[in-house]
């Protein structure tokens, strides 16, 4: 999944693991290819990811690791501009244990928090016991269980964080 030439060094901020910034046109090639590593066949098509692309450039953050694209994050604004969702989080198999997910949640909350969203909301698979520990530790809440959520037999709970009652300072909370 390595790419070349598609990780510039503009809008990005560091840790000691790798790089966040800001997709770019180029990054969808391997977008695609983490999409299929980590969600398998619910992953994004390709076409979808362009057009998320379109939509949201400005609120989804990559993550660069010597070059391989680790990760990213992908925050959905609501049109009523109180709303947001996390599309997606992902870290690719052989980066995980390295803070990644953690630090893309800490990204998607501060850009949240910059737009002036007071509601914050994601879907998890409840096997996932990692991505709900993350999204726990941020201070998502249950709101409910969906049995069917994508119409295919896929159960997911839906959580939400209050950022008007509960603003997110941007301290990593690990």
Do not use: C
Not at 15 to 42: G, H, I, P, Q, T
Request: no cysteine; proline share 2%.
């Amino acid at each position: 999944m390595t790419t070349t030439g598609a990780y510039k060094s503009t809008n990005r901020s560091t840790n000691e693991y790798a790089s966040l910034r800001r997709v770019l046109f180029e990054d969808l090639r391997a977008l695609e290819s983490l999409e299929k590593e980590v969600f398998l066949d619910l992953a994004y098509s390709r076409p979808y990811l362009r057009s998320l692309y379109d939509m949201f450039r400005t609120t989804w953050y990559v993550a660069d690791h010597d070059g391989d694209l680790a990760g990213y994050a992908l925050v959905g604004l609501a049109s009523n501009k109180t709303d947001a969702w996390l599309q997606a989080l992902a870290v690719g198999n052989r980066h995980q244990r390295q803070g990644l997910g953690s630090k893309l949640m800490d990204k998607a909350l501060i850009t949240m928090m910059e737009a002036g969203v007071t509601d914050a909301y994601l879907t998890v698979d409840p096997r996932n016991e990692a991505a709900s520990r993350i999204y726990e530790r941020f201070e998502f809440t249950l709101v409910r269980e969906e049995d069917d959520y994508y119409g295919n037999g896929e159960m997911r709970y839906v959580m939400h964080r209050s950022l008007e009652d509960n603003p997110y300072d941007g301290a990593d909370p690990s």
